[in-house]
């Protein structure tokens, strides 16, 4: 099981370049995340997707789209890159929208916008 | 307001001996989860050790255990028998019932182990 997989693991874009990131889990879960690290803060929530077909905003949606493709697949687009939004990207699962449900995280995508 | 507060932002332990990380929470929700997770200098997140606001034990897992005081809202990590490869960024996260589920996380804590 390759668990929770995530491309690319780097990327530098310019001010208003575009581009996707991709997420693909191999767990069977339903639900799936996107987070952003920042030094100092944490992780923060961006999108999530409780089940196949649903995504909602999180805490920090501004400037993001997601589509949740298919049960295996959430990515996340940056539609018009801001240096605001470097940072470090995580995608998650789970396997359900429950308390308890543990996420799984994948390894992240470092990206820097200049 | 903040909902998860870590007011430690790095530590030192030295090897062997234990280590308590401290985590305090807000909410007023009766059903809420506590998680910590361990970020070692790789990047990647690690899920180490879960609380249920209903759970009447502490929970443990292995070397972790999660001392919870529920009415002074705190779930501490401690960690015994520290080791040099438990060095790493932890966090402590929450989930509330009436929250979409969605997990909120504090900003951290960094853990040095010595030799």
């Known amino acids: 099981n390759a668990g929770v997989t995530q491309t690319p693991k780097f990327q530098v874009l310019k001010t208003g370049q575009s581009m996707t990131l991709q997420c693909a889990q191999d767990m069977n879960h339903n639900s799936m995340y996107w987070y952003r690290q920042d030094p100092g803060m944490g992780l923060r929530l961006i999108y999530y997707?409780?089940?196949?077909?649903?995504?909602d905003k999180g805490e920090v949606p501004n400037g993001y789209n997601v589509s949740r493709l298919n049960k295996r697949e959430f990515s996340l687009r940056l539609e018009s890159a801001a240096p605001s939004q470097t940072s470090v990207y995580f995608c998650?699962?789970?396997?359900?929208?429950?308390?308890?449900?543990?996420?799984?995280f994948g390894p992240g995508t470092r990206l820097t916008v200049t | 307001a903040q909902k998860i507060t870590q007011t430690q932002p790095g530590m030192f332990v030295q090897e062997k001996e234990a280590v308590t990380l401290d985590c305090t929470y807000d909410t007023s929700d009766p059903s809420y989860g506590l998680f910590w997770y361990k970020q070692p200098s790789s990047g990647e997140m690690i899920f180490l050790i879960y609380?249920?606001?209903?759970?009447?034990q502490n929970a443990t897992e292995g070397r972790y255990s999660l001392n919870f005081q529920k009415a002074r809202k705190s779930a501490n990590l401690v960690i015994s028998a520290s080791q040099l490869g438990d060095s790493a960024m932890y966090f402590c996260a929450m989930r509330e019932g009436s929250g979409g589920f969605k997990t909120i996380f504090g900003a951290g804590t960094r853990l040095f182990v010595k030799a």
């Open positions: 998650a699962s789970s396997l359900n929208q429950g308390l308890y449900a543990e996420q799984y």
């Open positions: 997707s409780a089940s196949e077909g649903t995504t």
């Open positions: 609380q249920g606001s209903y759970d009447q």
